[in-house]
């Protein structure tokens, strides 16, 4: 047997392999076949099977969208209306509320209280509480669920985001959109089950290490796909001029060919997530524009969402998350970064509510038109919540906190128009039915049909789950 003939083959492929652009998604490929630490999977298939006997029982919901509000909005002026904290205006805060508590960048200083900057109303059947920064808010106060009483472990902006996105401290674990197609699969075989959008407005906006989508040590075809949210959505997704996409197909064939007798060779299942990434750049080039194209969007549609298609602002990114949504997405995460708000609170909570208010009224409204926010479980919310007590930082502000914030939850069998849990009478604490985010994680896959105890991938010797080994419960209280 010559040795060095095999050699020269495999050089050769490699070589043929890395040159072959011709317009498949350089993104695209970057983001479906970085290398899995973890066996890879099956044989390729076209889209992305679940696994065995999942869903454990009859599910609630197809999809979710999370609406994330990067750097985490205040409490105090969106949802937890605290009047004992704006009647103690500047004054001491109590040291029996802060005293050997984490607190992020206030350590050491005068602790002083900060009522609300902007007033409530009862708004819906519920009566449920809204800031005036939150009109479009008030108008569906009859569709969501707040959760006064959320809490989390992580007071930095990067460790909270990782405690929020995976369940875990550990940097690199599966985020939870990836746990969530892993065990059910994509809807779609021409759209990646999970798919992340970014926008920009606001104070301070932190950046989003692309492992807070990361698939970890699961098969690397289950993490999510970042869309540009402007010019084209993956970069390269168009064919070059002068190529078809019969020619496109050829290219993909012959590259699938040589990988599957490479994989008849090695046996590596490395190499048949490589082509299940082909095949997805490919069929990702034939949806993806189609996807984008806004023209078939009524003028009314765009005017209701505040949007200018292509303008990489939220509202944008809510239309287009209604649109992977119809196209079966399972998981759609959209961050907005912008509300890191140490200082000038007032003028950047204006900022942020206007650009996000309006399109997130939009998204709920378009869904349940379309008869889909029945099966669409979305969820709003920060990596954390802000201090009760002032920050003098370029303007008042407020500082991170993670003792008692406030998120919302809508469709699905969600409760709305209601009020979940509830924070002492200065806003420190949460006091009264307690929600932790491996609970979130938790009632996220209950309404997924998956029982997050019976849910978990063997890594290096442990039983893995989403929602760790600490104690972690379904909220159904908050669902009809």
């Not at 011709?22 to 630490?37: E, M, P, Q, W, Y």
């Not at 084209?232 to 699938?256: C, E, F, L, T």
């Not at 095949?279 to 524009?289: D, G, K, L, W």
């Amino acid at each position: 047997m010559n040795l060095d003939h095999y050699a020269d083959a495999a050089v050769s492929r490699r070589t043929f392999l890395s040159n072959v652009g011709f317009g498949l998604g350089s993104t695209a490929l970057a983001s479906l076949i970085a290398g899995d630490s973890l066996a890879a999977g099956s044989a390729p298939a076209a889209g992305i099977p679940g696994q065995p006997g999942l869903p454990h029982f009859q599910p609630k919901i197809k999809r979710v969208i999370f609406l994330c509000m990067s750097g985490g909005p205040s409490q105090f002026e969106t949802f937890d209306n605290k009047p004992e904290l704006t009647r103690l205006d500047g004054q001491a805060m109590p040291e029996s509320y802060t005293a050997g508590q984490p607190i992020a960048q206030l350590q050491g200083k005068e602790l002083k209280c900060l009522g609300a900057m902007t007033k409530f109303k009862k708004y819906g059947q519920g009566g449920v509480e809204i800031s005036d920064f939150l009109p479009w808010h008030a108008k569906m106060a009859d569709d969501i669920c707040v959760v006064r009483s959320m809490v989390t472990e992580q007071i930095n902006h990067d460790p909270a985001h990782t405690f929020m996105n995976t369940g875990s401290v550990i940097s690199g674990r599966p985020s939870m959109g990836s746990w969530i197609n892993y065990g059910l699969g994509s809807e779609t075989n021409e759209l990646p089950g999970f798919v992340v959008l970014s926008s920009v407005g606001g104070r301070n906006p932190q950046p989003i290490a692309s492992r807070q989508w990361g698939a970890g040590f699961l098969p690397s075809r289950y993490q999510g796909v970042e869309f540009s949210s402007t010019g084209d959505p993956v970069s390269y997704v168009r064919n070059p001029p002068g190529v078809n996409a019969g020619q496109q197909r050829q290219i993909v064939d012959a590259v699938g060919q040589l990988n599957r007798q490479r994989l008849d060779q090695l046996q590596d299942p490395e190499i048949a997530t490589r082509i299940s990434a082909y095949e997805m750049a490919y069929r990702m080039q034939m949806s993806v524009p189609d996807l984008t194209d806004m023209s078939d969007e009524p003028q009314s549609v765009l005017d209701m969402y505040g949007a200018t298609p292509g303008d990489g602002s939220f509202a944008s990114n809510c239309l287009l998350a209604r649109r992977l949504a119809e196209r079966g997405v399972r998981f759609i995460h959209l961050y907005h970064r912008g509300w890191d708000h140490h200082g000038d609170l007032k003028k950047f909570m204006g900022v942020c509510c206007g650009l996000t208010d309006q399109p997130t009224y939009a998204l709920v409204q378009d869904l349940k038109q379309r008869g889909m926010l029945k099966d669409t479980l979305i969820v709003w919310g920060g990596e954390f919540g802000r201090t009760p007590m002032f920050q003098g930082k370029g303007g008042v502000g407020r500082d991170h906190h993670i003792k008692g914030f406030s998120m919302w939850m809508a469709g699905g069998p969600v409760k709305g128009g209601t009020t979940y849990g509830a924070t002492d009478e200065l806003g420190y604490n949460a006091v009264e039915n307690v929600v932790h985010v491996r609970d979130l994680h938790a009632t996220m896959l209950h309404l997924l049909g998956i029982d997050h105890h019976r849910f978990s991938v063997k890594f290096q010797g442990l039983d893995m789950k989403l929602t760790g080994v600490e104690p972690a419960r379904v909220v159904k209280e908050v669902l009809a």
